[in-house]
């Protein structure tokens, strides 16, 4: 007779538990093939459980195959080969992450700055959508995003940015790299996409997935030149013409009119504007996009709320001309928007309240602040006189080269053992060394005086083995 002690059952089901072991029991072999069970009442009352028990042990059994009901002859072991299933191993643990201000100084991570984040304001729309929309909330959106924050998009992008969109060529999606995918599609894989250099490891990587194509296209101070874009072969570019990560340079007109001259002299060709971060330029306006000048419909203009409210909100936008949206339409309007609508809608409320603007105002401030705090504790450090700037005036980050005859790869290695977690323009394919990426939205200003002291010393030679915080398995 089958004995298994059913206290050791945990938190599983009684039923559950018994049909766990026998077939446990079938696999080892210790129940051969074509040996016939206890009949279900027997067991039943051996095991001092009800009969409702091991029928439903025996019949989930019967469904998945280890065992054969013969009628009025009871159940019977079917033959299973052994070794064939996978063994039931413990879950992988999940990779550590980062200690909460375990780096003195990283200036690798993204440098949200999310401490801003109107909660206050989100929470109250939330619950107005969440009242208000009722069962709306339960229905699919369309896959280009929901009609209340197409509208607000739209106007909003004709308010601030000059753009006059209609929200049908507007395709919200789950973040930037969600929509990089869409593009390709779209466009097609088979074309070549030009990507700029240095540049997001990311852009390319999307559409590498994808199947397509990716040629790098040199961005220097003044952006990509036209001609290398035109002797690349590509057929699709992908800009930041507003503010170019990492090199922090702006396409002047004249570079533009090229490239959208370029782009309009043969069907096919299109340019992605990616103005990922363009509400916070600190002097001036903000510099007009391509899309709104393009009069061949030939620029794709994405943008993302990931730097503006927060990244784990996921949600980015496509702009598309007339003729691609309608293609769009055809051949990916099966979609299903990937973001959820009640995110969908409070957003639209944020920015048909004007609650948007009043945050980006805010945050730019903010900003404008922790840059001149940045830069006045760089002058005041044992740095000064020993660095150049570049892009300091706008956007979320800048560059700063260093006076060092080390190499980005010592200048690195010797920072993390002293607790500074560096990153470099040549991290992003950029060929001028000594050249560093700062992100001041993720800078503590409480502790970067003591980083440039420590930086100071590196370039000098030193080492700080015994200041450094373990981070990474790294001491």
């Known amino acids: 007779m089958l004995t298994y002690d059913m206290e050791e059952r945990g938190g599983l089901s009684r039923y559950d538990y018994l049909s766990r072991r026998i077939k446990e029991d079938i696999r080892s072999g210790m129940l051969a093939a074509g040996e016939k069970l206890p009949s279900k009442r027997s067991l039943a009352a051996h095991l001092r459980v009800s009969l409702s028990t091991v029928e439903s042990a025996y019949s989930q059994l019967a469904a998945e195959g280890y065992i054969l009901a013969r009628e009025k002859r009871g159940y019977y072991v079917c033959a299973v080969e052994r070794g064939q299933e996978a063994k039931h191993l413990p879950p992988p643990e999940e990779e550590p992450a980062p200690e909460e201000g375990g780096w003195l100084l990283d200036m690798k ?112 101070w ?44 043969w069907a096919g060709r299109y340019i992605l504007e990616d103005d990922y971060d363009s509400e916070f330029r600190f002097t001036g306006r903000p510099i007009p996009t391509m899309q709104s000048v393009d009069t061949g419909g030939r620029v794709l203009y994405l943008n993302t709320f990931s730097r503006t409210l927060a990244p784990s909100l996921r949600i980015s936008y496509l702009v598309l001309p007339p003729a691609l949206a309608e293609a769009y339409r055809r051949s990916l309007g099966f979609y299903s928007c990937p973001v959820p609508v009640a995110e969908q809608l409070t957003l639209a409320r944020f920015l048909e309240e004007g609650h948007f603007e009043s ?22 450090s044992p740095l000064a006189g020993r660095y150049d700037l570049r892009g300091e005036e706008d956007g979320l980050h800048f560059l700063l080269r260093l006076d060092t005859g080390l190499s980005d790869g010592e200048l690195g290695r010797r920072g993390l053992e002293a607790g500074l977690r560096l990153a470099f323009l040549s991290d992003y394919g950029g060929r001028e060394p000594h050249w560093l990426v700062v992100n001041d939205p993720g800078i503590d200003l409480s502790s970067f005086p003591a980083a440039l002291e420590r930086l100071a010393g590196l370039l000098d030679g030193g080492a700080f083995p015994s200041c450094a915080p373990v981070v990474h398995g790294v001491k």
């Not at 229905?139 to 209609?166: D, H, I, K, T």
Request: charged share 20%; proline share 6%.
């Open 109 to 220: 991570q993204g440098g949200w700055g999310t401490l801003g984040f109107p909660y206050t304001v989100w929470a109250r729309l939330m619950r107005q959508v969440l009242t208000q929309e009722g069962e709306a909330l339960l229905r699919p959106s369309p896959g280009s995003g929901a009609l209340p924050l197409r509208r607000a998009l739209a106007r909003y992008l004709y308010r601030f940015r000059g753009m006059s969109v209609s929200p049908g060529q507007i395709v919200v999606g789950a973040g930037a790299d969600h929509l990089y995918g869409q593009v390709v599609q779209l466009l097609g894989r088979e074309k070549i996409y030009g990507v700029e250099r240095p540049g997001h490891v990311k852009i390319r990587q999307v559409y590498q997935l994808y199947g397509a194509c990716c040629v790098d296209i040199e961005a220097g």
């Open 222 to 265: 003044d952006g990509i030149d036209p001609v290398q874009a035109i002797q690349s072969g590509a057929e699709v570019l992908h800009l930041s013409p507003a503010h170019q990560f990492p090199t922090g340079s702006v396409i002047p007109i004249g570079r533009r009119q090229a490239l959208l001259r370029w782009a309009s002299e």
């Open 359 to 380: 945050h980006v105002n805010r945050m730019r401030s903010r900003y404008r602040a922790a840059r001149r705090a940045v830069l006045s504790a760089l002058a005041a």
